[in-house]
């Protein structure tokens, strides 16, 4: 999306530093972070590491789990519709676990 409009505001020491830090917990440019907030979204904090490591072994998981199924195809000893079922529910876990941490949420508050 092209921006051709271009705002300037002012803002007091408190709001500044309160912008910043807002910006940096959520990893997003002060821009960005106003451009959600005029969407109606509250962006999420950065998780902690704890997140990124349960991420990294979940999709150590699915990688072996998808290495084991292309084993079983080659031998086709199970039916791999069962494998690609169990694949896509996992691949499904980890877009649901990326989405409750990362995503920004629709805010429910009304603008009065």
């Known amino acids: 999306m092209k921006r051709t409009i271009k705002k300037q505001f002012w803002l007091n ?4 530093t309160e912008l910043k830090r807002k910006a940096k917990s959520t990893c997003l440019t002060e821009a960005a972070l106003m ?11 950065k998780p902690d590491e704890t997140f990124y490591k349960c991420m990294r072994e979940f ?3 699915c990688d072996s789990m998808e290495e084991f199924c292309n084993l079983i195809y080659l031998n086709g000893t199970v039916n791999p519709t069962l494998i690609e079922d169990e694949l896509k529910r996992m691949r499904e876990m980890q877009m649901d676990i990326e989405r409750k941490f990362l995503q920004p949420e629709k805010s429910k508050k009304k603008w009065q």
């Open 59 to 61: 999709n150590t998981v």
């Open 35 to 45: 451009r959600l907030l005029l969407r109606n979204y509250e962006p999420r904090a």
């Open 13 to 16: 020491q408190k709001e500044d």
